[in-house]
């Protein structure tokens, strides 16, 4: 699996921006996409997660109720949607796939549950 994400850029506070991770090569019907984001001397982390077998998803508290994830079956794609961004959103944001149907959402945020990762697409927040 081959994973392109885009839609990163220089944004102010508050504004919005989103990004997209489009899969390529294998089938991904039993796969759960993931973004994660890391910021400079910072630690990857989870940002959000959804099962594409069935739309479930789960998010990390520092943006739930701002961030969306979202799905297009037919593009392979999965989006991000960031409103009422913040300057510690700033970070390199990843998409990853872990092609193994899992549906325990409590393993969705640990980085070694996915087995493919995009190359990352900079998102910075000025304030």
């Known amino acids: 699996v081959q994973l392109q994400a885009s839609g990163g850029g220089l944004v102010q506070a508050g504004d919005s921006l989103r990004l997209s991770c489009a899969a390529s090569?294998?089938?991904?019907?039993?796969?759960?996409l993931g973004w994660f984001r890391q910021a400079p001397g910072k630690e990857r982390e989870f940002v959000a997660a959804m099962a594409w077998y069935n739309a479930r998803t789960y998010y990390s508290d520092s943006v739930k109720g701002r961030f969306t994830i979202s799905k297009i079956n037919a593009q392979k794609t999965v989006y991000l949607q960031m409103d009422s961004l913040k300057p510690e959103d700033t970070a390199v944001y990843y998409c990853?796939?872990?092609?193994?149907?899992?549906?325990?959402?409590?393993?969705?945020?640990?980085?070694?549950?996915?087995?493919?990762w995009g190359q990352g697409t900079l998102v910075t927040v000025s304030s």
């Open positions: 090569g294998d089938s991904i019907g039993s796969a759960v």
């Open positions: 990853a796939v872990d092609l193994v149907r899992n549906v325990d959402r409590s393993t969705w945020s640990r980085p070694d549950t996915y087995s493919y």
